[in-house]
């Protein structure tokens, strides 16, 4: 019990410092709130947009989450093909790194065009092209690097292909797969803010910081970035909990 | 032929950029039902090939493999491996690694008495109270006892034992020399093992053959009478003194040190 009570207070211990190093730069410096917010500014905008803080966040949540389930489908997907077929690799990989390359704030604009007035649908886009490639990636190298002893004891028996898939290939990249969607989600933010803030009525968090520049009410702009860390937060744990419950083998003891 | 494993005049080379590479050549060994064999021979001289032909996951160029007499063309359930890295899967327990080929295998047992099958097999090697560890738990000699339980569990007519004691410590070692005799006792089967270690290969094999280099072929053949249960003490007599200079000999012969008109 002391070791999850632990695992709570250490990080909140470590937030609050955070934020009252914070709190005493701008202090010591004496900049005013249109210069750097300070954590004591950003109480009172959250207390006056609180409603259009929820609406926002939901917006941005919901859309961030559908960007990364579809990251998630088609990032197995191709890292399924360009695992299994060594030619596949080849084809493909150039492409896909070349997209990535790619910065996603020059793909905005373009997509924003594209499908005028789709906002959800432009929002959710971006979110998954900036966060399907690391789970690509890691499906990929997870599956190509099986050991073929793992393969010949299961295809000495006669298992098919898709047992082997599922008995052993499956569950070993699940490590890797994790570990990409851990950098995925955070990225998967990073999109649908992009283009919540770019495209013009646009809702959700990403908006909300973009009304506050209109208006120069700089606390709300801080607000928005640390209600946006800690959606980032909530989601980033989320994905631990789910590595521990299906990967959790792969934690060794510590010491 | 009373012979469960036959290979006769079996040839393969592999595809390379360089061209074919004929890895081997008139490849000829026989064993006989609940016969262990001992295969050694020089670094990269085909014997990991060999495994894989018996095993039905390749098919030879040329010659034949049959099991039980039956022409061996794809994978059969019969059959089970272990090999130096004893490849357990970190995310399943003990027990269940060790039940594995059991949800695999036609008709392998179920529930119940897929349990008590793989319980029973880890009591026979010393495993008992380790069921529901995880491999990472486990030391090196233990995962490869865990590894051959898994490769017995459906009770296969053939054991192909891929150098399983390769990179385990001397002690250990002859530890699981020792538990091989036993589960052979326990548990009859037929074996071929593939080893760089000549006192292993008689300690263990009741028929040692040795393969020549690069493309091998069976170059000798030597059978061991067993009568008394094995100890570790035999490898210590003049007989086996004997038997593993004659072996020696063999292998610089294999690998081309001295010339074969001298044997």
Request: include cysteine; charge should be neutral; proline fraction near 6%.
């Amino acid at each position: 019990m002391t070791g999850r009570l632990r695992n709570f207070i250490v990080p909140l211990v470590a937030m609050l410092v955070f934020l009252l190093l914070w709190e005493a730069l701008v202090w010591v410096n004496g900049w005013p709130n249109y210069k750097m917010a300070s954590p004591s500014d950003l109480w009172p905008a959250y207390v006056r947009y609180w409603e259009l803080f929820l609406v926002m966040g939901w917006q941005t949540l919901w859309r961030t989450v559908v960007g990364l389930l579809l990251a998630v489908v088609v990032g197995i997907a191709f890292g399924m093909v360009m695992g299994f077929s060594r030619t596949m690799r080849e084809a493909l990989y150039p492409l896909l790194v070349g997209f990535n390359a790619i910065p996603k704030a020059t793909v905005v604009p373009i997509v924003a065009l594209m499908f005028v007035g789709a906002h959800d649908f432009n929002t959710i886009l971006i979110a998954f092209m900036i966060s399907f490639f690391p789970i690509a990636v890691s499906v990929s190298i997870g599956l190509s690097t099986l050991e073929p002893e793992y393969r010949d004891i299961l295809r000495s028996l006669g298992a098919s292909q898709t047992t082997i898939f599922w008995k052993i290939a499956l569950p070993k990249t699940l490590p890797e797969f994790f570990g990409a969607l851990k950098v995925s989600v955070t990225l998967a933010f990073i999109g649908t803010n992009l283009m919540e803030i770019v495209s013009p009525h646009g809702r959700g968090l990403g908006a909300l910081f973009d009304s506050g520049k209109t208006n120069s009410d700089y606390p709300l702009m801080f607000a928005v970035l640390i209600a946006l860390a800690l959606l980032g937060i909530v989601l980033y744990y989320i994905v631990v909990g789910l590595e521990k419950m299906f990967a959790g083998w792969a934690e060794r003891a510590p010491g | 032929m009373t012979a469960l494993i036959d290979i006769k005049g079996v040839r393969h080379a592999y595809v390379t950029a360089a061209g074919p590479l004929p890895v081997l050549d008139g490849l000829e060994v026989s064993v006989e039902e609940g016969g262990f064999c001992a295969v050694v021979g020089p670094s990269g001289c085909g014997k990991s090939t060999l495994t894989r032909l018996i095993a039905g996951l390749m098919r030879p160029d040329e010659g034949e493999v049959w099991l039980h007499g039956e022409r061996v063309r794809g994978p059969r359930s019969t059959v089970g491996m272990a090999f130096q890295n004893p490849v357990l899967l970190e995310w399943r327990t003990i027990l269940k690694n060790v039940m594995l080929p059991l949800e695999i295998v036609p008709n392998g047992l179920k529930g119940k008495a897929a349990v008590e099958r793989a319980r029973h097999l880890l009591s026979l090697v010393g495993l008992e109270g380790f069921e529901d560890k995880r491999p990472s738990e486990l030391s090196g000699g233990m995962r490869q006892r865990a590894s051959l339980c898994r490769a017995l569990v459906h009770q296969p007519e053939v054991l192909i034992l891929d150098e399983p004691f390769g990179a385990l410590d001397a002690f250990t070692r002859e530890d699981l020399w020792q538990t091989m005799h036993d589960l052979k006792e326990k548990e009859p089967f037929t074996g071929v093992l593939i080893t760089h270690d000549l006192r292993e290969a008689i300690f263990l094999g009741d028929q040692v053959v040795v393969l020549s280099g690069r493309p091998a072929r069976t170059q000798y053949v030597m059978n061991i009478e067993r009568t008394a249960p094995a100890s570790l003490e035999d490898l210590y007599t003049a007989e086996a003194a004997e038997r593993l200079n004659i072996l020696r000999h063999q292998i610089e012969i294999a690998q081309g040190r001295v010339p074969e008109e001298v044997a």
